[in-house]
C-alpha cells in the first residue's frame, strides 16, 4: 500500500471509533505525538489512547487534502464543529512508525463541554 492508502484506512478506522482496526495500522514501536499532548509510544499504548479518546468525545474527520512525499502522508482536516488540524504520518511497509498531528486543544474541550485541564 501507498502512504495515502494507509492514512486513507486510518481515517475509515479514525471516522468509525474502530479501536483495533486503527491500532493495527501502527508499528509496535510507533510514537504518536499530539503535540497538544505529551508523546505515545508503542502500539498497546496508542491503542489505549485512542480507546479513552473515542470513549470521551464522537470525533470525526473530514478530510480537506491529502498529500504524500515519498514514506510520508499528510492529512488537512475539519470536524463538524470547525476545529481544523494536520497531521503528518510516516510510513514504513504499510505502518504508522511516527505521528504527529496539530489542532487546538482548548477548542475541541470547549466544543465537547470537557474539563479544561
Same mark, same amino acid.
Given at each position: 500500500m501507498t502512504p495515502k492508502e494507509v492514512l486513507e484506512? /486510518? $481515517? &475509515?478506522?479514525?471516522?468509525?471509533? &474502530?479501536v483495533?482496526? $486503527?491500532a493495527a495500522l501502527y508499528a509496535d514501536d510507533a510514537v504518536n505525538h499530539q503535540v497538544a499532548n505529551a508523546p505515545v509510544a508503542g502500539k498497546e499504548a496508542i491503542r489505549r489512547m485512542f480507546a479513552g479518546e473515542f470513549a470521551t468525545a464522537k470525533m470525526v474527520c473530514i478530510v480537506e487534502n491529502i498529500f504524500e512525499d515519498?514514506? /510520508?502522508a499528510i492529512l488537512e482536516w475539519k470536524d463538524p464543529l470547525g476545529l481544523r488540524g494536520c497531521g503528518f504520518f510516516h510510513i514504513k511497509n504499510n505502518l504508522i512508525v511516527y505521528q504527529r498531528g496539530y489542532w487546538d486543544k482548548l477548542s475541541f474541550l470547549k466544543q465537547h463541554n470537557l474539563p479544561i485541564e
Open positions: 484506512k /486510518w $481515517i &475509515d478506522c479514525f471516522n468509525a471509533s &474502530d483495533e482496526g $486503527i515519498g514514506e /510520508w
